[in-house]
Structure formats: structure tokens, C-alpha cells
């Protein structure tokens, strides 16, 4: 570990630290003052705060009245070092300076991600309650899809994602030559969720699968790969199904709740393809190159 890195690591612990002293309520009792070095003073609320920044398992210990008082002469040491640390400019240096910006810019884009997933959240539970599937809905599509219900199948399947036919067509040439499929995947695949698993999507039914993805993948062999590209909005893809299970068959009645998650993640797909349209959506899937460089 680098030296800038383990700066950074401390000041996410003392930040930590800070953030709880910020959250957390006041009182006289909190605010009596257990140390001072010089004029750096260490309250009950700093102690009790720092103690739960320990993991778990020394917390019990540090209920003890022992504990405490162990736990506040690190405290001390800590604080003595840090006041000589400043006063021979340790804080002024170069690396310390450079340490303390990537940890700002670091913690400002985990803020800025955490606010985008608390909305993105709140708005998708209010988004689930307009998807409503009615019975007749659920009828249908059992009618349509008896077969799959019958004897249904669970497929693994792995992939290998490129931004162009041409590129996936060279990595099919590869593998049918006798480059490893896992080993290509983590080499050449797009897909930062998967590719550093050798590809793996995980365990699928047909119907919970890409509609690219399904016809394609119940045809095809166990071990096998696709002998083309399947073309997706995500780009171009190199299927590998590497297990598949039969299923007893399910009554329609029994099959319901599962339909119902597959009519409504229909009906959302459909709605975040028309809000791309609406909202001028360009993907360009290409520039992943650049991330899969910097495996």
C-alpha cells in the first residue's frame, strides 16, 4: 500500500469519526471533557463515538471501565502525535496536501452516487405501483407459454459482451481455435459485472432472460458457445451455456406470483425504452474499451 493510500484510509476513518460527532446529539454530560493536549481538548461524546467506530467485537471490552480508559490513553497518544506532527508541518506537506484532495474528491463522488441512489430508490417503489398486472394478464401469457411452464428449464449462461460484430466475431473465431472462454471474457469483455467472474450471468428460466438471449440460449448445447454474435442494445454478445436443469412443471395457479414478476419487468422495460426516446438517450458502448484496459 502506497503512502498517499494509507492516508487516505486514515482519513476515511477519521472522517467517519468527524460525520458521527456531527449526527449525533449533545448534552452537558456528552460535552465534559475526559483529556486535553495543550489546547486540543477530548470529550465523552468523542470517546463514545470513536468506540463505536471499533469493530464489533472489541466493543464489548470497551464498555468496561478498564476498556475506557485503555481506549482513552490511545486516544492521548494520538492526539500528542497529531499536535507534534503539526508543529513540525507534517500536514503541509506534499503528499499529506495530495492525500487529503483525493480523499475529498473520493468521498464527493461517493456523495454524489449516494444521493443519485436514494432518488432512483424512492422514485422506483412509486414507479412499481403504477405497473399493475391484471388477472387476465396473467391468463394470457400462461396460455401462450404453456410449454415453458410444462417442463421449464433453468439455463447458466455466461457471456462475453464487444461493441462490434466484427470484434465478437474474431473473439467466436478463438475460442473455436482453443483459447479458454473464462480466460477471454476477463481478457476482451465489456461487461464489468461479470467479465472478472469469467462471464458468468448466473441461473435463468427463458422468460427471465434477454428475449434476445432466450430462443438462443434453450437451443443451444450445454458447453457450447453461440457460432455468432447475439446482437442486444448493450452491443454484441458471445453466449456460453455451461448447465441446464429441468423443472417439474407448474399449474397455473402456482406459476402466477412468477408471471407477474415477468409481466411487470416486461412492462418496465418497455417504459425505460420509451423515457430513452423521450429523453434523447446516446449509449455509446465502444468507449468501455477504455475501462477493460485498466483491468
Known amino acids: 500500500?502506497?503512502?498517499?493510500?494509507r492516508?487516505?484510509?486514515?482519513?476515511?476513518?477519521l472522517f467517519g469519526m468527524v460525520m458521527g460527532l456531527v449526527l449525533s446529539g449533545c448534552s452537558k454530560g456528552q460535552n465534559a471533557v475526559v483529556a486535553k493536549v495543550g489546547s486540543e481538548r477530548v470529550t465523552v461524546k468523542d470517546i463514545g463515538m470513536r468506540i463505536k467506530?471499533?469493530?464489533?467485537?472489541?466493543?464489548?471490552?470497551?464498555?468496561?471501565?478498564?476498556g475506557q480508559k485503555q481506549f482513552i490513553d490511545i486516544i492521548v497518544r494520538q492526539k500528542i502525535i497529531l499536535a507534534l506532527a503539526k508543529k513540525n508541518k507534517i500536514d503541509k506537506r506534499k503528499d499529506i496536501a495530495q492525500a487529503i484532495k483525493d480523499f475529498k474528491q473520493e468521498y464527493a463522488n461517493k456523495v454524489k452516487q449516494y444521493e443519485e441512489d436514494m432518488i432512483v430508490e424512492t422514485y422506483l417503489k412509486e414507479i412499481e405501483t403504477t405497473l399493475r398486472v391484471t388477472d387476465d394478464e396473467v391468463n394470457k401469457y400462461y396460455g401462450e407459454h404453456k410449454k415453458d411452464f410444462?417442463?421449464?428449464v433453468e439455463i447458466k449462461l455466461s457471456h462475453i459482451l464487444l461493441s462490434s460484430q466484427a470484434d465478437a466475431e474474431q473473439v467466436i473465431k478463438k475460442i473455436q481455435s482453443g483459447s479458454d472462454f473464462e480466460e477471454m471474457a476477463k481478457q476482451v469483455s465489456l461487461d464489468p459485472a461479470t467479465s472478472n467472474q469469467g462471464g458468468d450471468l448466473g441461473t435463468f428460466k427463458p422468460a427471465e432472460m434477454l428475449p434476445e438471449f432466450a430462443e438462443v440460449a434453450k437451443n443451444l448445447q450445454v458447453g457450447a458457445i453461440t457460432d455468432k454474435p447475439v446482437a442486444t442494445s448493450y452491443g454484441f454478445h458471445i453466449l456460453k451455456k455451461t448447465s441446464q436443469k429441468i423443472l417439474p412443471g407448474i399449474s397455473a395457479d402456482?406459476?402466477?406470483?412468477?408471471?407477474?414478476?415477468?409481466?411487470?419487468k416486461d412492462k418496465f422495460d418497455k417504459w425505460i425504452e420509451e423515457q430513452k426516446k423521450s429523453l434523447k438517450v446516446k449509449v455509446d458502448y465502444s468507449a468501455l474499451k477504455a475501462l477493460s484496459k485498466t483491468k
Open 150 to 152: 410444462a417442463q421449464p
Open 7 to 13: 492516508n487516505i484510509h486514515l482519513l476515511w476513518v
Open 53 to 66: 467506530s471499533v469493530p464489533f467485537g472489541y466493543q464489548e471490552y470497551l464498555a468496561t471501565e478498564p
Open 254 to 264: 402456482k406459476a402466477k406470483d412468477e408471471i407477474k414478476k415477468i409481466l411487470i
Open 1 to 5: 500500500m502506497t503512502n498517499n493510500k
